[in-house]
């Protein structure tokens, strides 16, 4: 940063300066973590054609983007995904910031589904020949595979997705589970999906700005 520029006098320099802009969280925001991928959250991904890859390298963060199929990211158990790696521009700027560094953020979305699924773990790339047999498409394999080993999953309501109109005119696929039936299953049942789900219409009508 120029060290001539002029100095910002609102600018937010302290945590405990931020913490004071904003309302604590509730305690199902704050809970609402889980360390493994099940069946609920399972058909989520299942049901996801896009999703966004974070890393961090040497030359500082980079975000991907990655899309195939629905379910093209596969749950390999409950604690492990696979991601192909489709062809691209040979950058290979993710796959780089995985070998220095192999933490990574995950970002999933179903068109038409308001709600996202945010993923963080650690990545490693493999040439696994059953991987990539198991991930060919149009008889073509990825070069190489990420296997991500999960550390915590959440999700993310639908506030972003309303505001940006992002799938206005597109109905939620059928099957694709409800925010308070992943959040249940992320809190190990102590949210009540129900309760999330009635909650939810009145969060979107009043409580997007």
Not at 53 to 64: D, F, K, M, N, Q
Request: charged letters at 25%.
């Amino acid at each position: 940063m120029d060290s001539m520029a002029p100095q910002d006098p609102f600018a937010i320099s302290s945590l405990e300066a931020l913490e004071a802009l904003y309302p604590a969280p509730g305690e199902l925001v704050r809970n609402k973590e889980s360390d493994r991928i099940g069946p609920v959250t399972r058909a989520f991904l299942a049901a996801s054609p896009f999703c966004l890859l974070a890393t961090i390298g040497p030359r500082g963060p980079h975000v991907t983007p990655r899309g195939d199929g629905p379910g093209f990211v596969e749950a390999a158990d409950e604690r492990t995904l696979v991601l192909p790696d489709r062809r691209g521009n040979n950058r290979l700027d993710a796959l780089r910031d995985i070998l220095h560094d192999p933490r990574v953020a995950l970002l999933f979305l179903v068109p038409g589904a308001g709600e996202t699924l945010r993923v963080h773990g650690r990545a490693r790339i493999t040439t696994d020949p059953a991987l990539r047999a198991r991930h060919a498409v149009q008889g073509k394999e990825p070069v190489s595979v990420l296997v991500i080993s999960v550390e915590n999953l959440f999700m993310q309501c639908a506030k972003a997705v309303i505001r940006s109109r992002l799938w206005d005119g597109r109905e939620k696929p059928a099957g694709v589970p409800t925010l308070g039936q992943l959040i249940a299953e992320h809190t190990a049942g102590r949210a009540d999906a129900g309760q999330v789900d009635a909650g939810m219409p009145e969060a979107y009508r009043n409580r997007l700005y």
